[in-house]
């Protein structure tokens, strides 16, 4: 019995090659595009590294894994104020998301300098509650800089304030400096007005003389008025 080439048996068991008909299938459902929004539209980042963080469990006193992702400085464009936020890698679930004030403070973890730790005011679980976190970076050089960055915004934001009460203060002067100005106008214009009041006997006691000049006048005219009578009848005499 021959033999058959390898070669020659894989060509005949070799599929055909699909014909290109140039058909084209119109998909049965359109799908529009969505914009999502991430909430940080309105920020810039200032810090963006790779962490993992824990929480405090005060029950069970304990720490808890709260996710593996990205930890982000985002500073508002507008108002300045600066938020921590922290979302997990794959499922982008918001684990960290607190403001930094004024008199946060950041340390390094005991015996791990690859790790620090701070209290806030946490809002990730819909509700705003106290909860000390840890947060473990992959190098010392990361947990430097985080750290170096939440005293710089937590300094920043206490100028902030002491420039906004500064403000507020001088506002506060001005519009005083402005209630006395008006007080004293007024005060002004109400000694002006008993003045005013004690020139008008003064000129209606100016009338009786007045009165007094008219009868004068009359006598004087009927005065006259003799006199030409007087003579008149000296003439016809």
């Known amino acids: 019995m021959a033999s058959v080439d390898p070669e020659h048996r894989d060509e005949e068991h070799a599929p055909a090659e699909e014909e290109d008909t140039g058909a084209q299938i119109a998909p049965i ?7 999502i929004t991430t909430g940080e539209e309105d920020e810039d980042a200032l810090l963006d590294l790779k ?11 304990q720490w808890k894994e709260r996710g593996t992702g990205t930890v982000k400085f985002l500073k508002h464009k507008v108002s300045g104020k600066v938020r921590l936020v922290m979302r997990q890698s794959k499922t982008l679930k918001i684990c960290a998301n607190h403001l930094i004030i004024a008199g946060m403070t950041v340390q390094e973890h005991a015996g791990n300098e690859k790790s620090c730790v701070w209290v806030a005011s946490d809002y990730a679980d819909g509700e705003l509650k106290e909860e000390m976190f840890c947060i473990r970076f992959a190098s010392i050089e990361n947990n430097k800089s985080f750290m170096e960055m939440f005293q710089e915004v937590a300094e920043s934001q206490k100028k902030q304030e002491e420039n906004t009460d500064a403000s507020e203060t001088a506002q506060a002067l001005e519009k005083l400096s402005v209630g006395e100005e008006k007080s004293n106008d007024k005060a002004s214009e109400e000694e002006a007005a008993p003045a005013k009041e004690e020139a ?10 007045k009165e007094a000049a008219a009868p004068a006048e ?3 005219t009927e005065a006259k008025k003799d006199d030409v009578e007087k003579k008149g009848e000296d003439s016809s005499a």
């Open 51 to 61: 962490a993992k963080l824990y929480r405090f469990d005060k029950e069970g006193n």
């Open 29 to 35: 459902v359109k799908l529009e595009e969505v914009a």
């Open 200 to 209: 008008a006997p003064a000129k209606e006691e100016a009338s009786p003389a």
């Open 218 to 220: 009359v006598t004087e």
